[in-house]
């Protein structure tokens, strides 16, 4: 069987972790490889490199830095763990991906989302996620979540609330625009409830590759 990528998106506090790890033991028990794996990061450099990104010191970095940056990283990411794990017939469950950069650097830092398009593509080299889900909730959900946690706040989640509505809005507006390879989900459902949704989809996938 070929592999398959799929990636989950979110603001932080969506619950898009519980989900990778629901379908990460769910396709474990039915004895189908997985991987599970995560941006930015992933590999040794681009851990690296998220230490650079989430660490609250770096409060004077510039957009145009970070941008480079989260492609940096997913430029290594892709060629040197994500591409060998797909060509091997593994199931890659990724947290966050490109739709991350759409709706952070495009609707929260304001980049145009045409010139996103481009400079991803070359960070990526072209791949695309099977089918990316989004977890969709209000960031008062999302900060009670965050806060029930007893989480400290990194370098991204010291921006307002206004921040994390524009990129709400904005990962709306993603799964709206590409119907095909998106799936926007109530993120504030039963974790069960949504889980049962995203493994529907992704045995789906995964059927649809037995029959060819
Ligand atoms: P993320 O990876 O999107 O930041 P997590 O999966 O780590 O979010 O979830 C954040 C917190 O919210 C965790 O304490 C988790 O148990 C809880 N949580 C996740 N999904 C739900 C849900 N559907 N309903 C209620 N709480 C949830």
Redesign the pocket.
Known sequence: MRGFFFTFE??????????LKEAASHLEKDGIPVLVTREPGGTQIAEKIREILISPENSEMVNECELLLYLAARAQHVREKIIPAIKKGVVVLC?RFQEATFAYQGFGRGMSLEFLQKVNGFATGGLMPDCTFI?DVPSEVSCR??E??GKKRDRLEQNGSDFFDRIRKGYRILAEKDPEGCLLID?????GE?SEIVYKKINKFLKSALLK
């Not at 979110?10 to 989900?19: A, E, H």
């Open positions: 979110g603001i932080d506090g969506c619950g898009k972790s519980t989900q947290d977890f979540r965050m029930m946690m993120g504030s459902r039963e974790i949504i």
